[in-house]
């Protein structure tokens, strides 16, 4: 074999190659179709945030309802990325006690409760 064609070969493997892990290539996302209205809220049984990855270049955002149908939201919509937020705001809890810290001079600091 010559190295002309041995040259080619190599090329042409080295471009199949970068178009099979090309980040914008979206044939390998969940989420083929998107849906641009939430529905009713307390339908939702489960969402999933699926981040950006070497094989699908955005973040998908897959709901669950009670009936076990799975669907695709939009994750630029506003109302998307509001009930996105509330999820992810940490809840403070009221059924915590603060703690007191209590030492003596011969012993090591201790909490109660």
């Not at 109302?79 to 030492?103: D, G, L, N, W, Y």
């Amino acid at each position: 074999m010559s190295s002309f064609m041995k040259v080619f070969l190599l090329l042409a493997v080295m471009v199949c190659m970068s178009k099979a892990y090309s980040p914008h290539q979206s044939d390998q996302c969940l989420c083929q179709r998107v849906r641009n209205r939430i529905g009713s809220k307390s339908n939702i049984k489960d969402i999933q945030i699926y981040p950006a990855t070497i094989f699908c270049g955005k973040v998908e955002i897959v709901v669950t309802i009670n009936s076990g149908f799975r669907y695709c939201l939009n994750p630029k919509l506003k109302a998307v990325q509001k009930i996105i937020a509330s999820i992810m705001k940490p809840k403070t809890s009221t059924t915590a006690r603060p703690t007191e810290t209590t030492s003596t001079p011969d012993s090591t600091k201790t909490g109660r409760i």
